[in-house]
């Protein structure tokens, strides 16, 4: 008996080890080009319903017509060892998704059982979210993974990595930060896709047909892919397998390869500058004046190609006489309208001033009652235009405003009141498809320890609502800015109540919120400018009064430029200027030179002192070069229209502002 135990054993284990040797998994683990697959091969003609077409300098193919299954292929091509789809995986997607419609639901790419038209996997996007859809051999229903708020459906290029692991889930969009989902069940361990085919751009039916540009389509089985796509310079458009037919010239096939009909999504106009909103994006501007080339932002006409001018000599151009001081000057764009500039003004009547550009010059435009106004903020929304003002007299309540602008009466009217406490300085920003506000609070009474208020657009009640506070001291100056896909909030805090020699804070945003990044000392810190050159962040802040309770205040001190580090991933000091209390800096670029300008404001006994113009010199860093007289110089804004390049500045102890032009050669 124990002799037939044995034998029975040994045949077992023989019959397991033949099995083990045999086995082989249904990939190479490699990652599989979905797209490539689906399109023909060199000799074959090009399906007459699949189009390519350039967007913001990049080519992906576009599904037209009847074209439900243009793109398509058998499971059994990839899945050759055996008929299972890999239990863990990444997908990688590259797609250019244009505004969706509410309820409206285009597929990426599907695995479709050919006999019975049932769904095995499935990658859709709707309006704001993404949906991973699977259904389990055997088992009624279908599994669907949802990530909300995401938005990907803004007409821009994003590469996502959907990594699945067991009941987990990982969204990755652009390199930033992963978003993870929990399923009720696994992913199935042994889904079948004998009989299937996969789908590029449809679930086989016309209906729900994806309507954007596809330019990348991976599956990697067993891993997740996104170490193999970031870091990255261009994490919107990072690669892992592009098909080449997208990277060669689009009327030159590489390899006798099929030629794709062909279009690039831009238009050229020439004459006067033709609006510049949400629709134009990516569209050109010719001005053949100047023989420039500009593109559309979506806000503004930014320079592509220009004649490389260079700063000669700064020529004083208009005196500009305000209703009073003028604490702050901003200057925006209304499409179809113009260049304005709106400033804020000491004295409540007739108020702060909105001029319009005219004849080469600004003219008063319009008049806003404000409350001691010290700062304009211009932001959209969409297709709306709003301005935000800091009021900061002393009342109960302390009321800060937003105005709308009315197409139809061309004004700003009031929209919404919201109560600040000696409000200095707005900051608007978006991230995700949300808009923000901030309010730098400087204080509330003699307490200068309070809270600035962060608040967020409510797209339903169209007014925003509080969405995080922040502990700020005399906070002056808010500036916000993104390195890839960080988004960053940096405080100018000015005074504690003892002195001026105080840290400002910059936040990073994490897990919905901004959260302390990096303490920066400062001394009575009243602005913060963020800039690139050369791919460096740089961060200046301007420091204006050394104040203590021993000793004197001083007004000459140094400002700083501080540079960030991706090593050690925070801002080291870079360069210091002395500066003579200074309360702003602006930078700018002339051709292909920068430039940083510096408001000093007071050097402890006069108010006539010289504004400075620095030019970026690489090593030496930024280098004087112009001395500009100014009066209470309190804030420097750059602009620049068809009859040249200018600075603007700002007095805050008299009526007089300035323009400057700035010749060029």
Same mark, same amino acid.
């Given at each position: 008996?124990?002799?037939?135990?044995?034998?029975?054993?040994?045949?077992?284990?023989?019959?397991?080890?033949?099995?083990?040797?045999?086995?082989?998994?249904?990939?190479?683990?490699? =990652?599989?080009?979905?797209?490539?697959?689906?399109?023909?091969?060199?000799?074959?003609?090009?399906?007459?319903?699949?189009?390519?077409?350039?967007? %913001?300098?990049?080519?992906?193919?576009?599904?037209?017509?009847?074209?439900?299954?243009?793109?398509?292929?058998?499971?059994?091509?990839?899945?050759?060892?055996?008929?299972?789809?890999?239990?863990?995986?990444?997908?990688?997607?590259?797609? %250019?998704?244009?505004?969706?419609?509410?309820?409206?639901?285009?597929?990426?790419?599907?695995?479709?059982?050919?006999?019975?038209?049932?769904?095995?996997?499935?990658?859709?996007?709707?309006?704001?979210?993404?949906?991973?859809?699977?259904?389990?051999? @055997?088992?009624?229903?279908?599994?669907?993974?949802?990530?909300?708020?995401?938005?990907?459906?803004?007409?821009?290029?994003?590469?996502?990595?959907?990594?699945?692991?067991?009941?987990?889930?990982?969204?990755?969009?652009? !390199?930033?930060?992963?978003?993870?989902?929990?399923?009720?069940?696994?992913?199935?361990?042994?889904?079948?896709?004998?009989?299937?085919?996969?789908?590029? @751009?449809?679930?086989?039916?016309?209906?729900?047909?994806?309507?954007?540009?596809?330019?990348?389509?991976?599956?990697?089985?067993?891993?997740?892919?996104?170490?193999?796509?970031?870091?990255?310079?261009? =994490?919107?458009?990072?690669?892992?397998?592009?098909?080449?037919?997208?990277?060669?010239? =689009?009327?030159?096939?590489?390899?006798? @390869?099929?030629?794709?009909?062909?279009?690039?999504?831009?238009?050229?106009?020439?004459?006067?500058? =033709?609006? !510049?909103?949400?629709?134009?994006?990516?569209?050109?501007?010719?001005?053949?004046?100047?023989?420039?080339?500009?593109?559309?932002?979506?806000?503004?006409?930014?320079?592509?190609?220009?004649?490389?001018?260079?700063?000669?000599?700064?020529?004083?151009?208009?005196?500009?006489?305000?209703?009073?001081?003028?604490?702050?000057?901003?200057?925006?764009?209304?499409?179809?309208?113009?260049?304005?500039?709106?400033?804020?003004?000491?004295?409540?009547?007739?108020?702060?001033?909105?001029? %319009?550009?005219?004849?080469?010059?600004?003219?008063?435009?319009?008049?806003?009652?404000?409350?001691?106004?010290?700062?304009?903020?211009?932001?959209?929304?969409?297709?709306?235009?709003?301005?935000?003002?800091?009021?900061?007299?002393?009342?109960?309540?302390?009321?800060?405003? +937003?105005?709308?602008?009315?197409?139809?009466?061309?004004?700003?009217?009031?929209?919404?009141?919201?109560?600040?406490?000696?409000?200095?300085?707005?900051?608007?920003?978006?991230?995700?498809?949300?808009?923000?506000?901030?309010?730098?609070?400087?204080?509330?009474?003699?307490?200068?320890?309070?809270?600035?208020? +962060?608040?967020?657009?409510?797209?339903?009640?169209?007014?925003?609502?509080?969405?995080?506070?922040?502990?700020?001291?005399?906070?002056?100056?808010?500036?916000?800015?993104?390195? @890839?896909?960080?988004?960053?909030?940096?405080?100018?805090?000015?005074?504690?109540?003892?002195?001026?020699?105080?840290?400002?804070?910059?936040?990073?945003?994490?897990?919905?919120?901004?959260?302390?990044?990096?303490?920066?000392?400062?001394?009575?810190?009243?602005?913060?400018?963020?800039?690139? +050159?050369?791919?460096?962040?740089?961060?200046?802040?301007?420091?204006?009064?050394?104040?203590?309770?021993?000793?004197?205040?001083?007004?000459?001190?140094?400002?700083?430029?501080?540079?960030?580090?991706?090593?050690?991933?925070?801002?080291?000091?870079?360069?210091?200027?002395?500066?003579?209390?200074?309360?702003?800096?602006?930078?700018?670029?002339?051709?292909?030179?920068?430039?940083?300008?510096?408001?000093?404001?007071?050097?402890?006994?006069?108010?006539?002192?010289?504004?400075?113009?620095?030019?970026?010199?690489?090593?030496?860093?930024?280098?004087?070069?112009?001395?500009?007289?100014?009066?209470?110089?309190?804030?420097?804004?750059?602009?620049?229209?068809?009859?040249?390049?200018?600075?603007?500045?700002?007095?805050?102890?008299?009526?007089?502002? %300035?323009?400057?032009?700035?010749?060029?050669?």
């Amino acid at each position: 008996m124990l002799a037939c135990r044995c034998l029975l054993l040994t045949v077992v284990l023989l019959a397991a080890g033949v099995r083990s040797q045999s086995w082989r998994p249904c990939t190479d683990l490699q =990652p599989l080009d979905l797209l490539s697959r689906a399109l023909p091969g060199p000799g074959q003609a090009p399906p007459p319903q699949v189009q390519m077409v350039q967007s %913001k300098g990049s080519r992906g193919l576009r599904l037209v017509g009847a074209a439900a299954t243009a793109l398509s292929f058998p499971a059994s091509q990839i899945f050759s060892n055996c008929d299972y789809f890999p239990a863990e995986f990444s997908l990688v997607a590259t797609i %250019k998704i244009p505004r969706l419609r509410q309820k409206r639901n285009e597929y990426i790419f599907s695995v479709v059982d050919e006999g019975s038209d049932s769904l095995l996997v499935g990658l859709r996007v709707s309006e704001d979210r993404l949906h991973f859809l699977s259904t389990a051999s @055997g088992v009624a229903g279908r599994s669907r993974l949802s990530f909300k708020g995401v938005g990907l459906d803004d007409n821009r290029w994003h590469t996502v990595v959907l990594a699945v692991t067991g009941p987990h889930a990982t969204l990755t969009v652009d !390199c930033g930060l992963p978003l993870e989902l929990k399923q009720v069940q696994s992913f199935p361990s042994a889904l079948s896709t004998r009989g299937s085919r996969f789908f590029i @751009g449809s679930r086989r039916r016309l209906r729900g047909r994806f309507s954007g540009l596809l330019r990348q389509l991976v599956l990697l089985p067993g891993s997740d892919a996104t170490p193999r796509l970031c870091p990255t310079s261009d =994490p919107s458009l990072a690669e892992l397998s592009v098909p080449r037919v997208l990277k060669s010239p =689009p009327l030159q096939p590489d390899h006798d @390869g099929p030629v794709y009909p062909y279009e690039a999504e831009a238009r050229v106009t020439l004459g006067n500058p =033709p609006p !510049c909103s949400g629709p134009e994006e990516g569209q050109l501007w010719f001005n053949a004046q100047k023989k420039h080339l500009f593109i559309c932002d979506g806000l503004t006409w930014r320079t592509l190609l220009q004649n490389q001018e260079r700063l000669d000599y700064v020529e004083d151009y208009q005196d500009l006489y305000t209703s009073s001081e003028t604490f702050d000057v901003e200057v925006f764009s209304i499409p179809s309208e113009g260049l304005f500039m709106a400033a804020a003004n000491r004295d409540s009547r007739p108020g702060s001033g909105i001029y %319009k550009w005219r004849n080469g010059s600004f003219q008063l435009y319009q008049n806003i009652s404000t409350q001691e106004a010290r700062a304009w903020k211009h932001f959209t929304i969409g297709d709306q235009i709003f301005l935000v003002v800091a009021n900061s007299r002393e009342a109960e309540p302390e009321l800060s405003v +937003i105005y709308r602008w009315n197409q139809r009466r061309q004004r700003f009217l009031r929209h919404q009141t919201l109560e600040t406490h000696s409000a200095l300085d707005w900051e608007a920003f978006h991230i995700h498809n949300h808009s923000f506000l901030v309010v730098a609070n400087h204080r509330r009474d003699s307490n200068h320890n309070i809270h600035s208020v +962060i608040y967020r657009w409510n797209p339903n009640t169209k007014l925003f609502e509080v969405n995080q506070t922040l502990s700020t001291s005399g906070a002056y100056d808010w500036e916000f800015f993104s390195v @890839g896909p960080y988004h960053f909030l940096v405080v100018a805090n000015t005074f504690d109540g003892q002195t001026t020699t105080i840290s400002s804070t910059v936040y990073v945003w994490l897990d919905g919120c901004f959260q302390t990044f990096q303490s920066i000392p400062t001394v009575g810190a009243t602005d913060w400018e963020t800039f690139q +050159i050369d791919g460096r962040f740089f961060l200046a802040v301007a420091n204006s009064q050394r104040v203590s309770n021993s000793g004197p205040n001083l007004y000459s001190i140094n400002s700083t430029v501080y540079e960030l580090n991706r090593l050690t991933q925070t801002f080291i000091r870079f360069q210091d200027i002395l500066t003579h209390s200074a309360v702003d800096w602006e930078f700018f670029t002339i051709g292909e030179e920068k430039f940083l300008v510096v408001a000093n404001s007071h050097d402890g006994s006069s108010y006539s002192l010289n504004s400075v113009i620095y030019r970026w010199q690489g090593y030496e860093g930024f280098v004087p070069v112009h001395s500009l007289p100014t009066f209470g110089c309190r804030d420097w804004e750059y602009f620049s229209t068809d009859e040249g390049s200018f600075l603007v500045y700002s007095s805050a102890t008299s009526r007089l502002s %300035k323009v400057f032009k700035l010749r060029t050669y």
